[in-house]
């Protein structure tokens, strides 16, 4: 006789893994073609990024963060995000990790706060997608805060962000 156990274990395990394939594999509504994206939005509580054209919501991305999620980055090394007003400096095709938008980081206040911990405030913080050859993580990648304190998007969500977002967008990162 075969052990209850085990009849449960062939059961569960097939549904276990036809649904962690759907959830990978499952598309996500894309943003809207030749969409301009001209604020975002981050809510780390939340683990979303909001993406706004003229105070509309185009899309909302579910994002991971640094491995320390709670508070604001206060120097180099605290694996913590920043919180406050920032904009968008830069791109970059070609960084470790896929694609990258550039934020702003660090503002003066972030800069005055480190000098007041005698610290180093660091800087390099970045929305991008999977490190690069991870990209088959894909959604899995939002399980965790892993992040040194950037914003983690999956590849092709960076893919739309950097087509959509010109330098000089503003960026407001809340906790």
Not at 36 to 50: A, G, P, T
Not at 66 to 95: C, F, H, M, V
Not at 135 to 147: I, S
Request: a positive charge; one cysteine or more.
């Amino acid at each position: 006789m075969t052990h209850p156990l085990k009849i449960i274990f062939r059961i569960l395990a097939p549904v276990l893994i036809l649904g962690l394939a759907i959830y990978q594999f499952l598309p996500e509504t894309p943003l809207p073609k030749n969409a301009q994206i001209d604020s975002l939005v981050v809510y780390k509580s939340k683990r979303q990024l909001l993406a706004f054209s003229h105070g509309q919501l185009l899309k909302t991305y579910s994002i991971a963060l640094g491995r320390q999620p709670l508070g604001a980055k206060e120097y180099e090394g605290d694996l913590k995000t920043p919180e406050g007003s920032y904009i968008i400096n830069d791109k970059n095709p070609k960084s470790d990790y896929y694609k990258n938008l550039g934020i702003s980081y660090p503002n003066a206040n972030d800069i005055l706060h480190a000098q007041k911990l005698h610290c180093p405030v660091g800087g390099e913080i970045k929305i991008h997608g999977l490190r690069n050859y991870m990209g088959l993580l894909g959604k899995f990648h939002r399980w965790f805060d892993w992040t040194l304190g950037c914003i983690a998007v999956q590849n092709a969500e960076i893919d739309e962000l950097y087509n959509a977002v010109p330098i000089g967008t503003p960026i407001v990162i809340y906790p």
